[in-house]
């Protein structure tokens, strides 16, 4: 993916940098992928039954005050795993729940974000995983203390993949409000708009992840719109306090698409900030992602 408004055209002196690291997943469905985006398996990984992600891999770098009304950044990943998608997300941090982030959350920003994208619970068992503004105004917004749910509002802003030995470059922007990636050989959901075309390969020994050499083939990936939503996202006014998550994009594996478990299922590895093993959300200031949006 790339973005019109690259991170590259903005003031040195209005970006921030930092670097992502391994997230403790708490979503009980989420499984790893250990296969690359035209679903060959990755048999270095299936053998070890594990990919080990690590604070230097990818750093992200972003502008604190765009010129547009969305988030705009640029991801600079290494040894990831090998002709792979990953989701790129922008989530809020809810004050209040189970997993609330207290005196460092912003419920402002994370409403605003929800309302331009979408919403997700990631301890309960709320019904599904496509929550509507019912749901959260219910469930958070106005339930009485004590009793709202952890709910994050989030942009998924695309996917990127990477090349055979796990890296990429990448400009990005939260411009467009998308619901989930697909396949080109995928026969369901709505392809309504190219996220890429991508050249499958492994041609350099010892062929990273694969273990044995991969002929090149191309693969084209679709992303479909948020339903519900305006395509085009305009944040309004103001400073925003966030969380940056990237997780494996699984092709709706285990939901009708493929169905094996190295297949994988939406688990969110890398984030710019996350709880400790206690329980506790992150309170270091210089990990939070904050723009601000027309100041």
């Known amino acids: 993916?790339?973005?019109s408004n690259a991170i590259s055209s903005t003031n040195p002196t209005s970006q921030a940098t930092c670097k992502l690291i391994p997230y403790r997943d708490p979503w009980q469905m989420a499984k790893p992928r250990f296969w690359d985006i035209d679903d060959q398996p990755l048999q270095e990984f299936i053998d070890t039954g594990q990919f080990i992600y690590h604070d230097q891999q990818v750093t992200l770098t972003y502008a604190t005050h765009p010129d547009t009304p969305y988030f705009v950044g640029h991801l600079h990943a290494r040894s990831l795993k090998p002709n792979f998608a990953y989701q790129i997300k922008l989530l809020g941090?809810?004050?209040?729940?189970?997993?609330?982030?207290?005196?460092?959350?912003?419920?402002?920003?994370?409403?605003?974000?929800?309302?331009?994208?979408?919403?997700?619970?990631?301890?309960?068992?709320?019904?599904?995983?496509?929550?509507?503004?019912?749901?959260?105004?219910?469930?958070?917004q106005n339930a009485a203390p004590g009793q709202k749910?952890?709910?994050?509002?989030?942009?998924?802003?695309?996917?990127?993949?990477?090349?055979?030995?796990?890296?990429?470059?990448?400009?990005?922007?939260?411009?467009?409000?998308?619901?989930?990636?697909w396949q080109d050989k995928q026969t369901k959901g709505q392809r309504e708009v190219v996220a890429g075309d991508y050249t499958v390969q492994s041609t350099t020994a010892p062929y990273y992840g694969y273990g044995h050499p991969v002929e090149p083939r191309?693969?084209?990936?679709?992303?479909?719109?948020?339903?519900?939503?305006?395509r085009e996202v305009k944040l309004p006014p103001g400073t925003y306090n966030c969380r940056f998550l990237i997780t494996e994009e699984t092709f709706h594996n285990l939901m009708g698409g493929m169905d094996d478990l190295n297949g994988g299922f939406y688990q969110s590895v890398l984030t710019s900030e996350d709880f400790d093993a206690a329980g506790h959300p992150d309170n270091n200031p210089d990990n939070d992602v904050v723009f601000t949006i027309g100041g």
Not at 112 to 127: C, F, M, N, T
Not at 152 to 181: K, P, W
Not at 218 to 230: H, I, N
């Open 218 to 230: 191309q693969v084209k990936l679709w992303y479909e719109y948020q339903a519900g939503r305006s």
């Open 93 to 140: 941090k809810p004050v209040s729940g189970e997993r609330g982030w207290g005196e460092f959350g912003d419920d402002i920003s994370n409403e605003r974000l929800g309302k331009a994208g979408r919403w997700w619970e990631d301890v309960a068992a709320p019904p599904g995983p496509n929550l509507d503004d019912a749901y959260y105004e219910v469930n958070y």
């Open 1 to 3: 993916m790339s973005s």
């Open 149 to 181: 749910r952890t709910i994050y509002g989030y942009l998924y802003m695309g996917a990127f993949v990477t090349d055979e030995q796990g890296n990429a470059d990448v400009d990005f922007s939260s411009r467009y409000s998308y619901h989930i990636c």
